[in-house]
């Protein structure tokens, strides 16, 4: 049971250590590592934009077989787009969640304020580029297909969108909305694994602080 115990020991000390190293190291490139996620995303999200724009306008020409051809070319750039959006995001959104913790931040002297501080705007930055160019994918869609509705700045516009498309779209988006709700019920036991390390990680740390102070 002792050996047991001191194995467990040795295993929760070795991952806190490991979180601790990735957390330090994370926080010192933090602002290469946002600018080097902005740039892949702004160049990956614009170069999509072009293939939707290309596309929709020779859909204005094509024939049969062309335009279904295009269409699927139109469907592929854009999803690709949304989902380097998101994942440009969720990446910003990780990246920057290390930074948050009173303790790092009381730590920080003049400049690591200022650079912290840039860090939170290159962050914003990103958000309003990632969140303008999905409103802009919507507007080419919208000009594309003239009867799709909804104002993509509105709380209400997937309701509005939905309400637009026929029962052929509406079918896919439910199929794709079935694969999502699997996809995420068959990673959730991983999520957490994840959930459950650092938050015995959390509690052991906060034990161990109060145990040194009350050593003290």
């Given at each position: 049971?002792?050996?047991?115990?001191?194995?467990?020991?040795?295993?929760?000390?070795?991952?806190?250590?490991?979180?601790?190293?990735?957390?330090?190291?994370?926080?010192?490139?933090?602002?290469?590592?946002?600018?080097?996620?902005?740039?892949?995303?702004?160049?990956?999200?614009?170069?999509?934009?072009?293939?939707?724009?290309?596309?929709?306008?020779?859909?204005?020409?094509?024939?049969?077989?062309?335009?279904?051809?295009?269409?699927?070319?139109?469907e592929?750039?854009?999803?690709?787009?949304?989902?380097?959006?998101?994942?440009?995001?969720?990446?910003?959104?990780?990246?920057?969640?290390?930074?948050?913790?009173?303790?790092?931040?009381e730590?920080?002297?003049?400049?690591?304020?200022?650079?912290?501080?840039?860090?939170?705007?290159?962050?914003?930055a990103?958000?309003?580029?990632?969140?303008?160019?999905?409103?802009?994918?919507?507007?080419?869609?919208?000009?594309?297909?003239?009867?799709?509705?909804?104002?993509?700045?509105?709380?209400?516009f997937?309701?509005?969108?939905?309400?637009?498309?026929?029962?052929?779209?509406?079918?896919?988006i439910?199929?794709?909305?079935?694969?999502?709700?699997?996809?995420?019920?068959?990673?959730?036991?991983?999520?957490?694994?994840?959930?459950?390390?650092?938050?015995?990680?959390?509690?052991?740390a906060?034990?161990?602080?109060?145990?040194?102070?009350?050593?003290?």
């Open positions: 049971g002792v050996m047991e115990m001191g194995q467990v020991h040795g295993v929760l000390t070795g991952i806190q250590e490991g979180m601790q190293f990735f957390l330090n190291s994370v926080r010192t490139w933090m602002l290469p590592l946002m600018a080097i996620c902005g740039v892949i995303a702004l160049v990956l999200c614009e170069q999509y934009m072009g293939r939707l724009k290309r596309a929709g306008e020779a859909m204005e020409q094509a024939e049969d077989e062309a335009y279904e051809r295009l269409d699927y070319e139109l592929a750039a854009g999803s690709r787009g949304m989902i380097v959006s998101f994942a440009g995001s969720i990446a910003m959104i990780l990246l920057l969640a290390t930074g948050y913790s009173t303790k790092y931040i730590s920080l002297n003049g400049s690591g304020i200022m650079w912290f501080l840039l860090e939170i705007l290159t962050f914003i990103l958000e309003v580029y990632l969140n303008v160019w999905q409103i802009r994918y919507v507007r080419v869609i919208q000009k594309i297909y003239p009867d799709k509705k909804g104002d993509p700045t509105s709380l209400k997937p309701k509005q969108w939905l309400e637009s498309c026929d029962e052929a779209e509406k079918e896919c439910y199929q794709a909305s079935y694969k999502g709700y699997q996809t995420v019920m068959k990673w959730a036991p991983m999520t957490s694994v994840i959930w459950l390390v650092t938050s015995v990680t959390y509690c052991r906060c034990l161990q602080n109060k145990g040194e102070k009350l050593s003290k």
